[in-house]
């Protein structure tokens, strides 16, 4: 969600009713860029938003500073009340360019799924190509663990999280301009991963694939065409 405010975005969040009247309207950010582009359900009460911010002032706090010229995000994560009151944030990434796309409640916290660049801060092992970066947080979103997938040369970024059985995730996004799939247990381990090419036929299908989707059965092999097996970079 986006807000135009004073030539910047704040990230914008609208609770309605049950017939879709306005209960309340927020805005939540600080002096720079911010966007929301994920949430669930708060594990206690209310919601956790995800997104990114360029902000280090306002309400954020904790924003990396990349020493750049150039100023480059934070994922950025902000957990509300039902009243949209902001009960805490959270700022995570390293010096390079970090972004938060989705988020889901686990029993005792969230799984955040997005893409980084950097090598610091909360970010382990990503390269200098951005990568795929999954995030386990506890209930007052600091960081369990932090992980990065991705191929050398290729820009990779998760878009999406699914809860699959046996405490599987799987992750989706995209490795250039093909679609990706990844499946991780608990730990963030990696089980397997896919990619989509970007392939389609001139009824813009996939070719080979009369529903025009892949879909992996959990859960450990995925089916398709050359499908790598990688272990997730510790």
Known sequence: WYSDM??????WAVRLSALGEVVWSRCFGGSDWDSLRGLCAAVD????????????????????D?????????????CVNLDGDIL????????GADTLQA??????????????????????????????WLVRLDARGEAVWSRCF????????FRALAAGPQGLWLAAGKQDADG????????????WEAAIPRTTSARGRRQGDERG?????WPHQPPGQRLAKRKARE
């Open 6 to 11: 004073s030539a910047k975005t704040d990230g």
């Open 45 to 64: 009460t209310g919601w956790v938003l995800a997104g990114e911010t360029y902000s280090s002032d306002g309400d954020v706090e904790g924003w990396h």
């Open 66 to 78: 990349s020493g750049a010229l150039n100023v480059l995000p934070d994922g950025w994560l902000v």
């Open 88 to 95: 805490w944030q959270r700022a995570l990434g390293g010096s």
């Open 103 to 132: 988020i889901c409640a686990l029993e005792d916290g969230y799984l955040a799924a997005g893409s980084s660049s950097s090598a610091d801060g909360d970010v382990q092992s990503a390269r200098a190509e951005t990568d795929g």
């Open 150 to 157: 991705g191929a050398d040369g290729r820009s990779s970024a």
């Open 180 to 191: 990706w799939l990844v499946c991780v247990n608990a730990q963030g381990e990696a089980l």
């Open 213 to 217: 989707s892949a879909q992996p059965p």
